[in-house]
């Protein structure tokens, strides 16, 4: 792994900028969602101007939230970065990237995207701060830490360790993305963890129930429901390697009304069925084009599985999209990449 900037570069840097610029990430979480918005009242609490947009749509859940709010849905990274160009003449522009392994990753996912599409002109730097395992160090400074729960801990860890405040309204951002990505202080490794920040941002005024239980776990779309259902019945089963997956085609999807964020969600409903050390879900998203997602328990590193599908993520979280595939070629892609891979990918 590529050496960490320091956090007195980074925020040295936020200190010296006319303006920050921020994405979700394309098919935005809670964890993207709530670093972005922690950052953003961070950064007006500092008088700092800025911004953050996303080009893809949340799930609907969090989009009726009150974070939600805060983020300008439908400019590209590269329209705010131009537009924050044109208001400020003078002085750097910092590109924050949160919870973002790769650059395609950044708003609408682009594999043709370079370093050079988002540094426009000499003023702009990029920061990229994450926890995925995969990050590529794409950013001027980066910091990733792989031991946080979420993009938020990693957050959380560097305004402590700088003794910044953290208002409530961060604090409720800040949980909002330990929450989701540690499914509720539930996964493995991380979830004593995320259970300790959680208890730390309660002190600090979070809304753990008004502005993230009420709105995250118990308002869950009817369509929602219904995909989960559907993935539970579609369920297959490989008693020798311990693993189950499920498939759902693209007139199931489009009959749903399920945008790119919700079908990520899907793989929640597979995760913690007895009897599996790890699940798959495999979503045919457009014509040719299939989203998977891997959910380990503890032994099997589904991170290198993804890797070998041209995706990433942590050990026990990853995702990949294959391109130009049916949904029966990919499911084969992926059963073969499995074998090939899983003696490797198993931890005894």
């Known amino acids: ?38 950052m953003k009242h961070y950064f007006k609490g500092k008088n700092l101007a800025v911004k953050v947009v996303s080009h893809d749509l949340l799930s609907e ?72 395992l995969t990050n590529t160090f794409y950013g001027d400074l980066n910091y990733v830490d792989v031991e946080e729960p979420a993009c938020c801990g990693v957050l959380l860890s560097l305004l402590r360790a700088r003794g910044e405040r ?13 929450c989701t990505d540690s499914g509720f202080f539930s996964y493995w490794p991380h979830a004593e963890k995320a259970l300790k920040e959680g208890a730390f941002l309660l002190e600090m005024g979070a809304e753990y129930y008004d502005k993230i239980v009420r709105v995250v776990r118990n308002s869950i779309p009817l369509k929602l429901a219904k995909f989960n259902a559907l993935l539970i019945n579609n369920l297959r089963v490989n008693e020798e390697k311990r693993f189950a997956y499920s498939t759902c ?16 969600l899907g793989v929640n409903a597979l ?10 879900t495999l979503t045919e998203i457009a014509r040719g084009k299939v989203k ?29 999209i294959l391109e130009n595939a049916s949904l029966e070629e990919a499911e084969k892609k992926v059963l073969e990449v499995i074998g090939e891979n899983y003696s490797h990918a198993r931890e005894e």
């Open 1 to 38: 792994m590529s050496a960490n900037s320091s956090a007195e570069e980074i925020f040295d840097l936020f200190d010296n900028a006319k303006c920050v610029v921020m994405s979700l990430h394309s098919s935005p979480d809670g964890d993207s969602l709530g670093a972005c918005v922690a």
């Open 61 to 132: 859940n969090l989009a009726e939230s009150a974070f939600a709010e805060e983020v300008e849905f439908g400019p590209s990274i590269e329209q705010a970065i131009e537009e924050a160009l044109a208001t400020h003449k003078q002085g750097h522009i910092v590109v924050l990237a949160l919870d973002t392994a790769s650059l395609e990753m950044i708003g609408k996912r682009d594999s043709d995207r370079s370093l050079g599409d988002l540094k426009k002109s000499e003023r702009v730097r990029v920061v990229n701060i994450d926890h995925h």
């Open 166 to 178: 953290i208002s409530a309204e961060m604090a409720s951002a800040l949980l909002l993305g330990i």
């Open 249 to 264: 085609a693209f007139e199931e999807v489009k009959t749903l009304g399920l945008n790119d964020a919700e079908v990520r």
């Open 271 to 280: 995760v913690g069925i007895k009897g599996f050390e790890f699940v798959f």
């Open 292 to 320: 998977g997602s891997f959910r380990s328990q503890e032994k099997v590193d589904v991170s290198l599985f993804a890797k070998a599908l041209g995706g990433g993520g942590h050990k026990t979280a990853a995702g990949f």
